[in-house]
């Protein structure tokens, strides 16, 4: 290890360090200033960020060649801290009438952003491991600190069970890959594959075992059932960052595992894939109908999205892999930003966010109605908006490797999906207020929100240069 | 006249735009209407004005967009951004069930476009700009490398075909229709009929036409037989409608199959016919719509029974009402009358029984409007309200004085228009005698 | 058979047993009891495998630590029988999928491993702490790291979950 | 007959699949907790038996790592029954149905 890897893993260092001195602050300020810890997180994962993407991003390889250090991991960092920062922007609001502790909040945040960058940098299976367990562990226990209410700790304790149930799978999976290939390192992997020396039934069996670790990871229908019970029980701020965040990971390391080092074996693993895809999608739209909490809605519409991006998976080139990540970019722009609205819009209500709670909020709060009604129409991938061309470019990728239908179905989902965002759009501004509207909004999180729609606006006229990035960063 | 500019180089789609004599008139009619439209709503929407006019203009835009579209990808990116301000329109000023009908006129749309996203896709990839060497959605590139072999033809006539059927809207999928046209504000039912409509029957002109000539070929019977049915129901159902929007939007049902009619009867006079009648029908549907709107506002219901002897307190009023009719059931010397005269021209041309079928939807278009002008003009009043109407304004008829100056002049003298919108209809219909020579020989390239 | 024949088949044996009594014991004391015999079982055969230190951390982590740590939860919260009235189906179906992936990992192995080479003689040194502890703090530097982030995770979220707010709830006291 | 890998290898598999039935099967949770931890020993012993095979420590130093992350799990696993707990004084998955599906 020299100056060189230190450097490299600068980004990292720097969310360990906002980490700590989030939670000291807290105990050292709280009396005075209760947002302290808040603006430590904020200003930390945004300098982390800005450090990321400035840094040179070679693909030279470091720590002995345990993480890689090329420009895709350097923009799926930066997108962890805009992830994490933005969550905090939006916490303090929603904190102020709940029961939490902010130090303890903050700092497990940011630890949880260190995971995912782990996560996403990571050159060897063992270190995604233990990336994905810090982030895992951090969520378990911040899903679970609305202690007041019993859906809160229900929902951690299930997902702790079925998160290490899934990592148990990971795990034999990853053994029985040594076994056969006697290497966790991606690029070992992948050179091994291709010589075809390795792909004995024990590579097979292991790499079954680790798309089932992934599919509850990413929450692939059937391995789904945890995920709504999870995402309604956590703090609504967890919710985005898990639903957004946590899903950004995973999906950083299905494309470095199975879209890259696992490449060579796919005639294996394609058609799993492919009918998860469907179905994972189908099935969370259709559920997604039925619900009348928006808060439930989003997620079972972020299983939705999981099905999407797998196609970008299935596709497997070059392209697919940088148009996910330009989906899961906008993504998280879009679905942080309607978890923002909606936390704001619910801030005094104990946890109720029916659809119709939302009546009439487009004409009262109009700057909160245009941000929902820009992140609805992404959502639903209406150009100009991010999510149009993020779901063009992964469909569009399908079309190119031949796997017409699995777009055209794709496709028809985003139709059936249009419904339901179409429904709190059409709460928000064709329906009557009901009883007392007012809410507090603090200059930053409108800033934010703002901010954010216009990002995705941006996106969905000038989209070139982010896509042309990516697809330089793909490794 | 083309504008070109490159927009997203990293997949090839460019900022392309162009006019030819296809899109020529439905460009005028477009921003004609839009002008007429915020003209008409001048009094009548008072609530959330700044955004009833951004959503106006969003939604002209969209529409130019749609017709001078030369790139595949800004063709389908318009068609979709049309949509949003189309659902707030709805949605925000319209009437008692908007709701429903929004998001029905949204779902609907969406579920034709998507495919056709997916039959985009699957042409961008077999175009190949020769300069660059790399795929292209390049509109006219895409239609001369169209050589595709027959079962492709199909599909990718379907994708297409489903979402423009959608829009225009053919029998069987027009149920969206009068629950939108109904429940918008007038304006909003000007623009629907008078333009968004066209979008689906422009869209089979420009796209399926030229691109997949021998699929064409093959759905002729079918498109045709819906087209017939569609004319016959729309006319049908619009009989007996109580509300007088309703009654005005299955009307649409029926004229638009009369357009389709003529565009698929695959030669000159048809298409030609079929233009203009396209752009016909935006006057005439747009002028009913808008003098229906006059007396909403007054009465505030649309219901045929709630009026009657009209004519009376509204003379103006009722003459106007009458010279939009008539040119809406196609007398001579009005603008209805060329169109209709040319589709059936041509439809008789292509096959007799369709001609023949066609000519039966004529006269009841006649009967089902003049029989509601009848029953909202004539007779005694018997509601006490109607006693007091106040005639038409001047700043009201002015719009409506408009379009009925268009309606003669193209029922007098359409010599002007129809020289401008033949050579390209020339063009296409080349292009597709080729792809039918082709289909002749056995030869099918690709 | 040669002893080290015999001993495998003891604390395999042994291992199997216990573990099928942890999942099938009503009781969790006694779950827990049966969980350190099945760890007991694998540190023996870890020493077998040429991994003495490891052999060593699984007593001192398990038995040592979590299981003791299980012990004193279930002291705390004072549990000893729980009602489980688990639906037939539900065990039907958890039979069948644990059953479904022992065939499947069966399947695999004894077709994957006979293309694996015969045990090679241990080399000198081989699972002792020096090499141990170079591989860790060499290649795996990072990971090590990285992993003392997730332990701080930890010990600041178990905190924090159990720590008394005096807010509502049961705990309000 | 000599012990081989596949021996050590078919017992993992056995201890892996009681874990598995034991997580699928109880509705204790500490119990749960427990058979996950089974499933994580199996995988430490093919880890180890692959070791001793190839002569090679590294997945000795893995079985590190995932220790470490076992027990990070459980401390964090009892915290939250603990909480539990004292919410509603119960330790079953079957009571804890506020939140369906």
């Given at each position: 290890m020299n100056l060189n890897d230190v450097m490299g893993v600068l980004p990292e260092l720097i969310v360990i360090l906002t980490a700590l001195i989030a939670i000291i602050v807290d105990v050292a300020a709280r009396e005075r200033n209760a947002s302290a810890s808040q603006g430590v997180t904020v200003l930390g994962l945004l300098v982390a960020g800005v450090v990321a993407i400035a840094s040179p991003a070679e693909t030279a390889m470091l720590m002995s060649g345990q993480v890689f250090n090329d420009g895709f991991a350097s923009w799926f960092r930066a997108l962890f801290c805009a992830i994490g920062a933005m969550t905090a922007v939006f916490s303090l609001v929603y904190l102020k009438h709940r029961n939490i502790r902010l130090g303890e909040y903050y700092s497990l945040l940011a630890m949880c952003v260190f995971g995912m960058m782990v996560m996403g940098s990571a050159a060897n299976l063992l270190l995604f491991f233990v990336g994905l367990e810090t982030m895992s562990i951090s969520l378990y226990v911040l899903v679970g600190l609305r202690r007041d209410d019993s859906g809160s700790v229900e929902g951690s304790l299930k997902y702790l069970v079925l998160g290490a149930f899934s990592s148990a799978f990971l795990l034999y999976g990853m053994a029985l890959i040594y076994g056969g290939?006697?290497?966790?390192?991606y690029v070992v992997i992948g050179d091994a594959l291709r010589d075809s020396t390795g792909i004995g039934p024990m590579t097979v069996t292991g790499i079954g075992l680790l798309l089932v670790g992934f599919a509850f990871k990413i929450s692939a229908v059937p391995f789904h059932f945890w995920s709504p019970d999870v995402y309604e029980g956590a703090p609504t701020t967890i919710t985005a960052f898990m639903s957004t965040g946590a899903k950004a990971a995973a999906f950083v390391g299905l494309i470095r595992v199975f879209g890259i080092a696992l490449a060579e074996t796919n005639e294996h693993w394609v058609g799993v894939l492919t009918v998860l895809s469907i179905v994972t999608m189908t099935l969370g739209n259709v559920s997604a109908l039925r619900q009348t909490s928006v808060k439930r809605m989003l997620a079972y519409s972020s299983i939705a999205h999981a099905g999407y991006l797998l196609v970008g998976i299935v596709a497997g080139s070059k392209a697919a892999f940088a148009a996910s990540g330009f989906y899961l970019i906008g993504y998280a722009l879009m679905n942080l930003g309607a978890f923002g609205v909606l936390i704001l819009l619910n801030q005094r209500g104990k946890g109720d966010y029916s659809i119709d709670s939302l009546r009439g909020m487009g004409t009262v709060h109009p700057v909160l109605g245009l941000t929902m009604a820009i992140f609805m129409l992404s959502l639903i991938g209406i150009p100009p908006t991010a999510g149009f061309f993020g779901k063009l470019f992964v469909f569009s990728a399908a079309i190119e490797r031949g796997h017409l239908l699995l777009a055209i179905i794709g496709l028809l989902n985003s139709a059936v999906a249009a419904y339901y965002y179409l429904r709190v759009i059409s709460t928000m501004y064709m329906a009557k207020p009901e009883g007392d509207v007012a809410i507090t909004e603090p200059m930053g999180y409108k800033v934010a929100l703002v901010i954010s729609s216009i990002l995705i606006i941006v996106l969905g006229m000038f989209p070139d240069q982010l896509v042309a990035a990516l697809l330089k960063a793909v490794p | 006249m083309v504008e070109k500019l490159h927009w997203i180089p990293s997949i090839g789609a460019e900022w392309h735009l162009g006019v030819d004599g296809i899109s020529l008139f439905l460009l005028v009619l477009t921003t004609l209407l839009t002008v007429l439209c915020l003209l008409a709503s001048w009094h009548t929407i008072h609530e959330r004005v700044q955004e009833y006019h951004f959503f106006f203009l969003l939604l002209e835009a969209g529409m130019i967009g749609v017709f001078a579209a030369l790139d595949l990808f800004v063709f389908y990116v318009m068609w979709e951004v049309m949509l949003v301000p189309m659902f707030f329109l709805i949605g925000v000023w319209g009437g008692q069930r908007r709701l429903y009908a929004t998001i029905k006129f949204f779902l609907f749309t969406m579920a034709g476009s998507v495919l056709m996203l997916a039959g985009i896709l699957y042409m961008y990839f077999h175009t190949v700009d020769p300069e660059t060497g790399r795929n292209t959605f390049n509109l006219l590139l895409a239609t001369s490398q169209s050589n595709y072999a027959i079962d492709v033809q199909r599909w990718l006539f379907l994708a297409f075909g489903l979402a423009f059927a959608i829009k225009v809207p053919l029998f069987p999928l027009h149920t969206w229709l009068p629950d939108a046209h109904t429940e918008a504000p007038t304006a909003g039912s000007v623009i629907l009929a008078g333009v968004l409509l066209k979008m689906g029957t422009y869209g089979f002109l420009r796209f399926c036409l030229p691109m997949f000539p021998q699929a064409t070929l093959e759905f002729v019977p079918w498109i045709s037989w819906l087209s017939l049915i569609g004319i016959t129901y729309g006319a049908l159902v619009a009989m007996v409608q109580k509300d007088m929007k309703k009654l005005v939007a299955y009307s649409s049902v029926a004229h638009l199959g009369f357009v389709m009619l003529g565009t698929f009867a695959l030669n000159q006079q048809g298409l030609t016919g079929s233009l203009l009648q396209q752009i016909n029908h935006g006057i005439s549907t747009g002028a009913l719509f808008l003098l229906v709107g006059v007396v909403y506002e007054r009465r505030h219901t649309r219901i045929i029974a709630d009026y009657g002897g009209v004519a009376k307190v509204m003379p103006v009023y009722a003459a106007l009402f009458m010279i939009v009719a008539l040119s809406s059931i196609g007398l001579p010397i009005t603008n209805g009358f060329v169109g209709e005269f040319l589709i059936l021209m041509g439809a008789f041309a292509s096959n007799k029984l369709y001609g023949v079928i066609a000519t039966s939807g004529v006269i009841l278009a006649a009967v089902y409007l003049l029989w509601m002008y009848q029953r909202v003009f004539y007779g005694q009043i018997v509601h006490e309200e109607n006693s007091k109407l106040r005639d038409i304004t001047l700043f009201e008829a002015a719009p409506i004085l408009v379009l009925i100056v268009l309606a003669i002049w193209i029922g007098v003298y359409p010599d002007p228009i129809l020289a401008r919108m033949e050579p390209s209809l020339q063009l296409l219909l080349e292009k597709f005698q080729q792809g039918e020579f082709s289909q002749l020989q056995g030869v099918l390239p690709r | 058979m040669g002893l080290e024949t015999v001993l495998f088949l003891l604390l395999a044996v042994g291992a199997v047993l216990t573990a099928l009594l942890v999942v099938t014991t009503p009781s969790p004391i006694g779950s827990a009891l049966y969980l350190v015999g099945t760890m007991f079982c694998l540190a023996g055969l870890y020493v077998l495998l040429a991994a003495p230190f490891l052999a060593a951390i699984q007593v001192m982590v398990y038995a040592g630590a979590i299981i003791v740590l299980l012990l004193f939860v279930i002291m705390l919260l004072n549990l000893r029988r729980i009602e489980e009235t688990v639906p037939r189906i539900w065990r039907i179906a958890g039979l069948f999928i644990a059953g479904l992936t022992l065939l499947a990992l069966f399947v695999a192995i004894v077709r994957g491993s006979s293309v694996l080479p015969d045990m090679p003689a241990v080399p000198d040194g081989f699972g002792k702490v020096k090499a141990l502890g170079e591989i860790l703090f060499g290649k795996y530097l990072f990971a090590f790291e990285a992993t003392s982030v997730l332990l701080l995770a930890a010990m600041i979220g178990a905190v924090t979950l159990v720590r008394k707010t005096g807010g509502e709830g049961r705990d309000g006291r | 007959m000599a012990v081989e890998l596949s021996h050590y290898l078919l017992l993992s598999a056995v201890l892996f699949g009681i874990g598995t039935l034991g997580v699928l099967t109880r509705k204790n949770l500490i119990i749960i907790l427990m058979s996950v931890e089974l499933m994580l020993n199996a995988v430490n012993l093919t880890f180890i038996s692959l070791a001793r095979h190839a002569a090679d420590q590294e997945a000795q130093v893995i079985v590190f790592f995932v220790l470490c992350v076992a027990a990070a799990e459980v401390a964090v696993g009892l915290a939250i029954l603990i909480s539990i707990w004292r919410k509603r004084g119960t330790m079953n998955v079957d009571a804890l149905s506020a939140l369906r599906g």
């Amino acid at each position: 290890m020299n100056l060189n890897d230190v450097m490299g893993v600068l980004p990292e260092l720097i969310v360990i360090l906002t980490a700590l001195i989030a939670i000291i602050v807290d105990v050292a300020a709280r009396e005075r200033n209760a947002s302290a810890s808040q603006g430590v997180t904020v200003l930390g994962l945004l300098v982390a960020g800005v450090v990321a993407i400035a840094s040179p991003a070679e693909t030279a390889m470091l720590m002995s060649g345990q993480v890689f250090n090329d420009g895709f991991a350097s923009w799926f960092r930066a997108l962890f801290c805009a992830i994490g920062a933005m969550t905090a922007v939006f916490s303090l609001v929603y904190l102020k009438h709940r029961n939490i502790r902010l130090g303890e909040y903050y700092s497990l945040l940011a630890m949880c952003v260190f995971g995912m960058m782990v996560m996403g940098s990571a050159a060897n299976l063992l270190l995604f491991f233990v990336g994905l367990e810090t982030m895992s562990i951090s969520l378990y226990v911040l899903v679970g600190l609305r202690r007041d209410d019993s859906g809160s700790v229900e929902g951690s304790l299930k997902y702790l069970v079925l998160g290490a149930f899934s990592s148990a799978f990971l795990l034999y999976g990853m053994a029985l890959i040594y076994g056969g290939i006697g290497s966790l390192e991606y690029v070992v992997i992948g050179d091994a594959l291709r010589d075809s020396t390795g792909i004995g039934p024990m590579t097979v069996t292991g790499i079954g075992l680790l798309l089932v670790g992934f599919a509850f990871k990413i929450s692939a229908v059937p391995f789904h059932f945890w995920s709504p019970d999870v995402y309604e029980g956590a703090p609504t701020t967890i919710t985005a960052f898990m639903s957004t965040g946590a899903k950004a990971a995973a999906f950083v390391g299905l494309i470095r595992v199975f879209g890259i080092a696992l490449a060579e074996t796919n005639e294996h693993w394609v058609g799993v894939l492919t009918v998860l895809s469907i179905v994972t999608m189908t099935l969370g739209n259709v559920s997604a109908l039925r619900q009348t909490s928006v808060k439930r809605m989003l997620a079972y519409s972020s299983i939705a999205h999981a099905g999407y991006l797998l196609v970008g998976i299935v596709a497997g080139s070059k392209a697919a892999f940088a148009a996910s990540g330009f989906y899961l970019i906008g993504y998280a722009l879009m679905n942080l930003g309607a978890f923002g609205v909606l936390i704001l819009l619910n801030q005094r209500g104990k946890g109720d966010y029916s659809i119709d709670s939302l009546r009439g909020m487009g004409t009262v709060h109009p700057v909160l109605g245009l941000t929902m009604a820009i992140f609805m129409l992404s959502l639903i991938g209406i150009p100009p908006t991010a999510g149009f061309f993020g779901k063009l470019f992964v469909f569009s990728a399908a079309i190119e490797r031949g796997h017409l239908l699995l777009a055209i179905i794709g496709l028809l989902n985003s139709a059936v999906a249009a419904y339901y965002y179409l429904r709190v759009i059409s709460t928000m501004y064709m329906a009557k207020p009901e009883g007392d509207v007012a809410i507090t909004e603090p200059m930053g999180y409108k800033v934010a929100l703002v901010i954010s729609s216009i990002l995705i606006i941006v996106l969905g006229m000038f989209p070139d240069q982010l896509v042309a990035a990516l697809l330089k960063a793909v490794p | 006249m083309v504008e070109k500019l490159h927009w997203i180089p990293s997949i090839g789609a460019e900022w392309h735009l162009g006019v030819d004599g296809i899109s020529l008139f439905l460009l005028v009619l477009t921003t004609l209407l839009t002008v007429l439209c915020l003209l008409a709503s001048w009094h009548t929407i008072h609530e959330r004005v700044q955004e009833y006019h951004f959503f106006f203009l969003l939604l002209e835009a969209g529409m130019i967009g749609v017709f001078a579209a030369l790139d595949l990808f800004v063709f389908y990116v318009m068609w979709e951004v049309m949509l949003v301000p189309m659902f707030f329109l709805i949605g925000v000023w319209g009437g008692q069930r908007r709701l429903y009908a929004t998001i029905k006129f949204f779902l609907f749309t969406m579920a034709g476009s998507v495919l056709m996203l997916a039959g985009i896709l699957y042409m961008y990839f077999h175009t190949v700009d020769p300069e660059t060497g790399r795929n292209t959605f390049n509109l006219l590139l895409a239609t001369s490398q169209s050589n595709y072999a027959i079962d492709v033809q199909r599909w990718l006539f379907l994708a297409f075909g489903l979402a423009f059927a959608i829009k225009v809207p053919l029998f069987p999928l027009h149920t969206w229709l009068p629950d939108a046209h109904t429940e918008a504000p007038t304006a909003g039912s000007v623009i629907l009929a008078g333009v968004l409509l066209k979008m689906g029957t422009y869209g089979f002109l420009r796209f399926c036409l030229p691109m997949f000539p021998q699929a064409t070929l093959e759905f002729v019977p079918w498109i045709s037989w819906l087209s017939l049915i569609g004319i016959t129901y729309g006319a049908l159902v619009a009989m007996v409608q109580k509300d007088m929007k309703k009654l005005v939007a299955y009307s649409s049902v029926a004229h638009l199959g009369f357009v389709m009619l003529g565009t698929f009867a695959l030669n000159q006079q048809g298409l030609t016919g079929s233009l203009l009648q396209q752009i016909n029908h935006g006057i005439s549907t747009g002028a009913l719509f808008l003098l229906v709107g006059v007396v909403y506002e007054r009465r505030h219901t649309r219901i045929i029974a709630d009026y009657g002897g009209v004519a009376k307190v509204m003379p103006v009023y009722a003459a106007l009402f009458m010279i939009v009719a008539l040119s809406s059931i196609g007398l001579p010397i009005t603008n209805g009358f060329v169109g209709e005269f040319l589709i059936l021209m041509g439809a008789f041309a292509s096959n007799k029984l369709y001609g023949v079928i066609a000519t039966s939807g004529v006269i009841l278009a006649a009967v089902y409007l003049l029989w509601m002008y009848q029953r909202v003009f004539y007779g005694q009043i018997v509601h006490e309200e109607n006693s007091k109407l106040r005639d038409i304004t001047l700043f009201e008829a002015a719009p409506i004085l408009v379009l009925i100056v268009l309606a003669i002049w193209i029922g007098v003298y359409p010599d002007p228009i129809l020289a401008r919108m033949e050579p390209s209809l020339q063009l296409l219909l080349e292009k597709f005698q080729q792809g039918e020579f082709s289909q002749l020989q056995g030869v099918l390239p690709r | 058979m040669g002893l080290e024949t015999v001993l495998f088949l003891l604390l395999a044996v042994g291992a199997v047993l216990t573990a099928l009594l942890v999942v099938t014991t009503p009781s969790p004391i006694g779950s827990a009891l049966y969980l350190v015999g099945t760890m007991f079982c694998l540190a023996g055969l870890y020493v077998l495998l040429a991994a003495p230190f490891l052999a060593a951390i699984q007593v001192m982590v398990y038995a040592g630590a979590i299981i003791v740590l299980l012990l004193f939860v279930i002291m705390l919260l004072n549990l000893r029988r729980i009602e489980e009235t688990v639906p037939r189906i539900w065990r039907i179906a958890g039979l069948f999928i644990a059953g479904l992936t022992l065939l499947a990992l069966f399947v695999a192995i004894v077709r994957g491993s006979s293309v694996l080479p015969d045990m090679p003689a241990v080399p000198d040194g081989f699972g002792k702490v020096k090499a141990l502890g170079e591989i860790l703090f060499g290649k795996y530097l990072f990971a090590f790291e990285a992993t003392s982030v997730l332990l701080l995770a930890a010990m600041i979220g178990a905190v924090t979950l159990v720590r008394k707010t005096g807010g509502e709830g049961r705990d309000g006291r | 007959m000599a012990v081989e890998l596949s021996h050590y290898l078919l017992l993992s598999a056995v201890l892996f699949g009681i874990g598995t039935l034991g997580v699928l099967t109880r509705k204790n949770l500490i119990i749960i907790l427990m058979s996950v931890e089974l499933m994580l020993n199996a995988v430490n012993l093919t880890f180890i038996s692959l070791a001793r095979h190839a002569a090679d420590q590294e997945a000795q130093v893995i079985v590190f790592f995932v220790l470490c992350v076992a027990a990070a799990e459980v401390a964090v696993g009892l915290a939250i029954l603990i909480s539990i707990w004292r919410k509603r004084g119960t330790m079953n998955v079957d009571a804890l149905s506020a939140l369906r599906g």
